[in-house]
């Protein structure tokens, strides 16, 4: 059985950084595309950056791009989120998402599913 379990969410202000992680257990962790979602109260889940099996290939939302840094470590199953120069917009709940065969930014195009970790930032 799949998990994916996220860490490292909190509270930041305007302009800070934080490092979210997802180690995942139950599954071949190199052969799956893992990405990063995100939901703020209100709306729909969106898509914020995914990284191929052997993390040479990323993507990102139009949103994060030159923000974020998604990125992986096999040795360990964990892939992270490198958030910088966060805004109030960026606030929500943040889940990882796991996938073998799909390289895409809808939520049908990842299979598994973490719990999600909040991230909020004050003005």
């Known amino acids: 059985q799949v998990q994916l379990v996220e860490s490292g969410g909190g509270l930041v202000q305007a302009g800070g950084s934080l490092r979210l992680s997802c180690t995942a257990s139950g599954l071949s962790f190199s052969r799956y595309v893992m990405g990063w979602f995100r939901q703020a109260p209100g709306k729909e889940r969106e898509f914020v950056a995914a990284?191929?099996?052997?993390?040479?290939?990323?993507r990102y939302a139009d949103s994060v791009n030159g923000r974020f840094t998604i990125s992986r470590d096999n040795a360990k199953n964990t892939v992270y989120l490198q958030m910088n120069n966060l805004k109030p917009e960026d606030t929500a709940v943040y889940y990882c998402a796991a996938d073998t065969t799909n390289w895409g930014t809808t939520r049908a195009d990842f299979g598994s599913w973490g719990q999600g970790t909040q991230v909020t930032v004050s003005s």
């Open positions: 990284i191929s099996w052997r993390g040479s290939s990323t």
